[in-house]
């Protein structure tokens, strides 16, 4: 069921902004699935259990994934600074300070 994700008029919305809302709700709902999976792999005693909700999680990790790179394919300045920060070494915060020069 739909739940209501906008918070300015819909119809006043580009076909482009509503596709980026609904990517960063999957987004969203796969980190939440993730996370989800993790708290039951912690408590799961059954070892035959376990590696099902890992491969569980993986799927969703799978999933973030694809609706990240589509979210940055569609918005520069969005994977810019995704790219001054991630898989990057040295210090995270010095990244991200480096990132907000972006324009």
């Known amino acids: ?3 209501n994700q ?3 008029p819909v119809e006043e919305l580009s076909p482009e902004l509503r596709r980026m809302t609904r990517l960063l709700l999957s987004c969203q709902e796969e980190l939440e699935a993730i996370d989800w999976y993790g708290q039951r792999m912690h408590v799961e005693k059954d070892a035959e259990f376990l590696p099902i ?3 569980a999680q993986k ?9 990240l790179e589509k979210i940055f394919r569609e918005n520069k300045l969005f994977k810019s600074i995704a790219k001054e920060i991630l898989f990057k070494d040295g210090d995270i915060v010095e ?4 990132a907000e020069e972006i324009d």
């Open 59 to 67: 799927e969703e990790m799978k999933h973030f994934s694809m609706f």
């Open 53 to 55: 909700l890992r491969n």
């Open 6 to 8: 906008y918070h300015e």
């Open 1 to 3: 069921m739909a739940t």
């Open 95 to 98: 990244n991200g300070e480096k």
